[in-house]
């Protein structure tokens, strides 16, 4: 099989295909048929009313900056018993009251699969709509009163809020400084050696007895999952997952929550019976009915409720059970234990599974609510996105994964995971050097190596065609640039881990950035036509599995890059002449090759006769766009200028920010981020 070209694995069904089996010299794979191994690591998507470009961005982040390409979307469903009409575009979700978008949602499900990674529709096993008698009929549900005590409102968002919620509103309005910071139980501003008695503590963490869900304004009801309930319950989800292409769905689960609740007769001679869940028995009736559709399963086993090693396949003595082969693709384990029994989990499924761990970090370093963290218990002082970092350490230790980013950069506090926060750019630094976010999930992707970009980087071909580089923090008129490659190249782009440049016969050539060095060979891409009749190029990007060009007749073309090893036709992506291009935050930004300056226009609507929108006036030869920032290298004097991409106009002049060496020709940005 030829370098360049997707690896199609055929299994039968059982078969179990680790990742180090794959064909080492392929760029691309897939694989299937129930790798023990994850695809990356785990994380989340839980706000859809973002753009679809927006959400597509997200999902590139997380994957360059933290190797995520297992992704669960959460509060993504509207209500908890059945799904809405597939002709409905957008609906409200019944935990926060977000809308969701369909087409977004599919978007970011596209994004996911383009990065060959999974995507999971996150669902309640054991929930109905309240009352939602035709669901429940002939179900024993759980006791409200029971639902009331054990399900937090910060994880089903109940119309009654939390008691900190009001009194946080009631502070907004008196002034009270003590009270209105302390959204989500936040306590950023008080000193930790400030001793706060106990009573108050709990009301300013929303903890106290009054601060459980009220049975009567509940929105959910629960039964315990058994074979009969996914017999009833899936069959109702499946086709609208599998209609948004989803890899399958993710069962959130209550836990022992009901587990042991007498069940009322109307024999008052009959034997007193108690609720008994049956976790893998809900797991062995749902697969079939997904599997039919293409759809995996896993689900949160909560303190280990419901784990067996059988859900993993082995030999089931020719039974049925054994028939289904792997009825999970790998134990999410949500954990509320403290200390937690790290051998009890990480060790029962043995070294050859991949695991996701979640154990949430909290919300605050006072940690103070111990009816919500107390898994946190004896980490006071400690800053939930520290406590996130051990625990990622750990499991990635163990073999797994930890449940931590989502929606681009955020980080989760606790179950309800759209109430998040940003991390720290200080953070993710740490994370990317103490957690070896690559180990365990070893399916070649987009480079077969596995380059953690931690700085950011402008890199420039100079008058002797090779390439250099500065970092963007220290880009000044006087930095230094450092030679990074040999040449001769004419023209450079950086896609996440590779970077591409232009041969001088008008071919695509590449590196991968960890590697490359001044002496190590450009090497062609593969499956370009012969240079006899190639269409010679000067410019060159990388979008996800496209590449564009800009030829040397000025033409704006564009070809795929993934999906075989024949490609020779090109086809044109503009109208427009241009000198040259890049792609960034969802746009085309060009040189128009007439009068110098640098235009734009969305990626996602560009075809051959949509205009251009011109951004800047005077005359460069190369751009790059990074955040707020253009970048260019000016005409006639081939010094690095730049402009604010937000104050950009015809009428703006350029600054002058490197004039060291004045004989740059092109010039890239380094992300650590592949753009879809």
């Known amino acids: 099989m030829s370098e360049g070209e997707v690896q199609e694995v055929i299994c039968t069904e059982g078969d179990n295909l680790s990742c180090d089996e794959e064909d080492g010299g392929s760029m691309f794979a897939i694989c299937e048929c129930g790798s023990p191994l994850l695809r990356g690591q785990y994380g989340y998507l839980s706000d859809f009313t973002a753009s679809p470009g927006e959400l597509r961005q997200r999902v590139v982040d997380m994957y360059e900056k933290f190797h995520i390409r297992e992704f669960l979307f959460y509060n993504a469903f509207r209500g908890f018993s059945q799904p809405p009409p597939f002709f409905q575009q957008e609906w409200t979700s019944v935990l926060n009251g977000a809308v969701v978008n369909k087409s977004h949602l599919v978007a970011a499900v596209e994004a996911v699969r383009t990065l060959r990674g999974r995507s999971w529709f996150f669902l309640l096993a054991a929930a109905a709509d309240k009352g939602d008698q035709e669901l429940l009929a002939g179900q ?22 939390r008691k900190l919620e009001l009194m946080e509103r009631e502070a907004g309005t008196s002034g009270s400084a003590a009270l209105a910071n302390l959204s989500g139980r936040r306590l950023e501003h008080l000193d930790p050696q400030h001793t706060v008695p106990t009573q108050d503590y709990e009301a300013l963490c929303g903890c106290g007895p009054e601060a459980f869900l009220d049975e009567e304004t509940r929105i959910v009801d629960v039964v315990v999952p058994t074979a009969a309930w996914a017999l009833r319950f899936v069959p109702r989800w499946a086709d609208f997952v599998a209609s948004l292409k989803f890899s399958g769905v993710h069962w959130g689960n209550f836990g022992d929550l009901g587990v042991g609740q007498e069940v009322a007769s109307d024999d008052p001679d009959a034997h007193v019976k108690h609720l008994e869940a049956d976790i893998p028995g809900f797991l062995r009736a749902a697969l079939p009915i997904l599997r039919a559709r293409n759809l995996e399963q896993t689900l949160s086993f909560v303190d280990g409720f419901g784990w067996d090693p059988v859900l993993l396949g082995g030999d089931m003595s020719g039974s049925w059970i054994g028939s289904l082969g792997r009825i999970i693709e790998f134990p999410f384990w949500e954990i509320w234990e403290n200390p937690m029994p790290t051998e009890k989990y990480f060790k029962t499924v043995g070294s050859g599974h991949s695991f996701v761990l979640s154990c949430f970090p909290g919300y605050s370093k006072y940690h103070c609510c111990s009816r919500h963290e107390e898994q946190n218990r004896g980490n006071f002082g400690i800053k939930p996105e520290d406590i996130g970092i051990e625990r990622w350490k750990t499991a990635v230790k163990h073999g797994g994964s930890y449940l931590f980013i989502g929606d681009g950069g955020n980080f989760t506090h606790g179950p309800f995971l759209a109430d998040s926060s940003r991390l720290p750019d200080s953070s993710v630094t740490k994370l990317q050097k103490e957690v070896p976010l690559s180990a365990r999930t070893k399916l070649a992707s987009m480079s077969t190596s596995s380059y953690s970009n931690r700085e950011e980087y402008l890199y420039a071909v100079r008058s002797d065609k090779r390439v250099y580089r500065q970092q963007l923090s220290t880009l000044n008129a006087t930095s230094p640039w450092q030679l990074v490659s040999k040449g001769p190249v004419f023209a450079i782009a950086v896609s996440g881990q590779n970077i591409y440049g232009i041969d001088p016969k008008g071919r695509i050539v590449m590196q991968e950035l960890e590697a490359m060095s001044p002496r190590t060979d450009w090497r062609l891409l593969k499956g370009q036509a012969p240079s006899v009749r190639a269409v010679p190029l000067q410019g060159v990007a990388v979008h996800g599995d496209t ?128 753009h879809l």
């Open 547 to 674: 590449v564009f060009g800009v030829s040397t007749a000025n033409q704006f073309l564009k070809q795929t890059l993934a999906w075989t090893d024949r490609r020779t036709r090109w086809n044109v992506a503009s109208d427009k002449r241009v000198s040259s291009m890049c792609i960034a935050r969802g746009a085309v930004f060009a040189v128009d090759q007439r009068s110098g300056a640098v235009m734009r226009q969305s990626l996602e609507y560009m075809n051959q006769q949509t205009e251009w929108k011109q951004l800047t006036g005077g005359k460069v030869i190369s751009v790059a766009v990074h955040h707020d920032t253009i970048y260019a290298v000016d005409a006639s004097t081939h010094a690095i200028v730049t402009m604010k991409l937000s104050e950009a106009s015809s009428t703006e002049s350029w600054r002058l920010v490197s004039a060291i060496s004045p004989d740059v020709d092109a010039i890239a940005v380094s992300t650590g981020v592949i």
């Open 140 to 161: 024993t549900i759980v006791d409200p009163t029971e639902v009331a005590k054990r399900l937090d409102p910060v994880f089903i968002r109940a119309s009654l809020r």
